[in-house]
């Protein structure tokens, strides 16, 4: 069993930076493959990144690539999403998630914890 608290959302302009973090609960956080998903309102939830168990291996979705990035830490059980020159369209409610597995990674059905969210907000 592993709990996900997300941390470090909040209102930014464009163009701006915000820091989000997931702290996990439980001695195997180094087992789990981290994502983070966005849903905006009346949307899907969206896949936006994902790192392997070591941390090596890193995946984004297309509209992110170059402007956010994902790292982990094992020791202390933390997921980080760098978000750098953020838009108005990325505005929405980020979830942190776990996954016992290692694919498939941009899928919400594949991952087995999740995080309550925290809203990101950017004005234009």
């Known amino acids: 069993q592993v709990q996900l608290v997300e941390s470090g959302g909040g209102l930014v302009q464009a163009g701006g930076s915000l820091r989000l973090s997931c702290a996990a609960s439980g001695r195997t956080f180094s087992t789990y493959t981290m994502g983070w998903f966005r849903q905006a309102p009346g949307k899907d939830r969206d896949f936006v990144a994902a790192?392997?168990?070591?941390?090596?291996?890193?995946d984004y979705r297309d509209s992110v690539k170059g402007r956010f990035t994902i790292s982990r830490d094992n020791a202390p059980n933390t997921v980080y999403l760098q978000m750098n020159s953020l838009k108005p369209e990325d505005t929405a409610v980020y979830y942190c998630?776990?996954?016992?597995?290692?694919?498939?990674?941009?899928?919400?059905?594949?991952?087995?914890?999740w995080g309550q969210g925290t809203q990101v907000t950017v004005s234009s």
């Open positions: 790192i392997s168990r070591s941390g090596g291996s890193t």
């Open positions: 998630a776990a996954m016992r597995t290692t694919t498939p990674l941009k899928y919400s059905f594949a991952y087995d914890y």
